[in-house]
């Protein structure tokens, strides 16, 4: 069945969905009746004042929340909505987690069963991983055939690093600026998006960081130069870090770079760059990673994965986030090779959670409502449908100086100068906290915090789009207005103290 047929006559926000052992979802019942029998109850539940106070008490302040000077709380969610303590309905723009929608009664039951019957340590056999395994290798180049579970995208990368440190030999990494790749200690490291912001940190030797290939605003751009030669020239400045690494005699142990890059401002690679910097990089020894947490399983519309659009085969892939539809799970690929080299030298490696029975249930059956929804061709058709007004937002609102997109990952550059291509950071955060009070929820990202990201659940339709458009038009006439105000004013100061 296509998403459409959903959308338009099947499951609607008011129909009460039954599942295995008692869950349920539905707009008034925010609960599963398990939990209501241990004291957790509607009746029971914290207001958000005191779940707010509890937070502050128990949980860090490094721990963020988005919009933080009043943070939503979401009691339940379903498909690409998110319901409120008091029933308000929100439009979730941002939630690629969520990936075939929140709740997906299809994932619930598949991760429910799996639960009733075992979730236990993943060194007892079960058809779950192994099946999952065979599922996830089937979307993959060939060689890209075995599979590491794991928990996280940071547990992936981090497992990636230590995996190609052994089988090269080399610790060098190579990644691109901006970029984010996990938590852990390792790959905190090898993410500029973090480490930019944090005091007094020195980047490590072994990590060297190339230009951002950001066509709009980086080092080369767009139309002073094609996609094809843009291409060519930030995989230039890869191959001079590649020699200058060969010089001094060492070699690359792996290059890290997200198919599209998210944190860094949904910025999407050049025509024809992944190719040579991966023989750059492979001509020193090296391997080349793909992470897809991301941007992977059918996002971008043209492809299960992005990189795939590069044309290159990685020695590795990460994938990670939407795996799940929200049950923690996330998974290392890589070839028969290179995975051999554990066992070669040693070393047992395991995982007490990663691959276990629920998860891969969980991932089975994300899958396979990709493929029972037509999820990839949905997110291609409703991916230009939102390219194109977003385009005519463009030509209407002097704030936005760049607007890509491919499938369901999509990003809005805010500017206070088109000419000059000066990111507002200020502007950005008002349209958000304007659409949030028009309960439209979006977010920024980027270096300059001034990039409006659209990731949503893939069962996004274009009457959502159309929504967001319309609210979004409304919004930028007012910042639009108000910056226009605030100019006038400006002008009519600078001629007062003139006479």
């Given at each position: ?79 690409q ?13 941002i ?8 709740c ?29 395994a065979?599922?996830?290798a ?83 751009r767009?139309?002073?130069?094609t ?31 997200e ?10 690679l ?20 793909a ?85 990839q ?7 230009d ?72 659940p ?42």
């Amino acid at each position: 069945m296509a998403i459409d047929d959903i959308a338009e006559g099947g499951l609607s926000n008011d129909s009460l969905v039954v599942v295995p052992n008692g869950l349920t979802a539905t707009k008034d019942k925010l609960l599963p009746a398990s939990l209501q029998s241990t004291g957790i109850s509607e009746t029971t539940a914290l207001t958000k004042a005191d779940t707010l106070a509890l937070r502050n008490k128990h949980i860090s302040n490094s721990c963020t929340v988005f919009f933080h000077e009043n943070p939503l709380k979401i009691v339940r969610a379903q498909r690409q909505y998110m319901y409120d303590e008091n029933g308000i309905e929100y439009l979730d723009c941002i939630n690629n987690v969520a990936h075939v929608g929140h709740c997906h009664p299809k994932v619930v039951a598949a991760a429910a069963n799996q639960l009733a019957q075992q979730c236990t340590n993943s060194r007892f056999l079960h058809d779950n991983m192994v099946l999952c395994a065979q599922k996830i290798a089937s979307t993959m180049p060939e060689q890209l055939s075995v599979v590491f579970f794991v928990n996280s995208g940071s547990e992936a990368n981090d497992l990636a690093i230590r995996l190609s440190r052994h089988y090269t030999g080399h610790k060098d990494v190579v990644i691109l600026d901006h970029a984010y790749h996990g938590t852990t200690i390792t790959t905190t490291d090898i993410s500029p998006h973090k480490w930019h912001h944090l005091k007094d940190y020195k980047q490590k030797k072994w990590v060297h960081v190339a230009p951002q290939p950001d066509a709009y605003r980086g080092m080369f751009r767009s139309p002073e130069h094609t996609d094809a030669d843009l291409g060519r020239l930030y995989a230039g400045e890869v191959e001079k870090i590649t020699d200058r690494i060969a010089k001094e005699g060492r070699g690359v142990g792996l290059f890290l770079a997200e198919s599209l890059q998210s944190c860094a401002g949904q910025v999407f690679l050049p025509e024809g760059y992944l190719k040579p910097v991966y023989e750059a990089v492979r001509s020193t020894g090296g391997l080349c990673l793909a992470d897809e947490v991301q941007t992977g399983f059918g996002r971008i519309g043209t492809h299960y994965w992005a990189f795939q659009e590069q044309g290159v085969i990685p020695d590795f892939v990460t994938i990670g986030k939407s795996m799940g539809n929200g049950f923690p799970v996330a998974a290392l690929v890589t070839t028969p090779e290179i995975a051999g080299t554990f066992v070669k030298m040693g070393i047992e490696y395991f995982n007490s959670y990663g691959g276990n029975a629920a998860s891969c249930a969980a991932t089975l059956a994300v899958m396979q409502v990709i493929e029972d929804e037509q999820l990839q061709n949905h997110a291609k058709r409703v991916g230009d449908y939102f390219l194109t007004g977003l385009i005519a937002l463009q030509k209407k609102h002097r704030q936005i100086g760049d607007v890509r997109g491919k499938g369901l990952f999509l990003g809005i550059e805010i500017v206070s100068d088109r000419v000059k291509r000066i990111p507002d950071a200020c502007t950005a955060h008002l349209i958000i906290m304007a659409m949030r009070a028009r309960n439209v929820i979006l977010s920024v990202e980027g270096p300059a915090d001034n990039v409006v990201k659209i990731k949503p659940p893939m069962c996004f339709t274009t009457a959502n789009v159309d929504l967001l458009l319309g609210i979004m038009d409304e919004c930028l006439s007012s910042a639009g207005e108000a910056a226009v105000a605030i100019e006038s004013a400006i002008e009519r100061d600078h001629v007062l103290n003139e006479e």
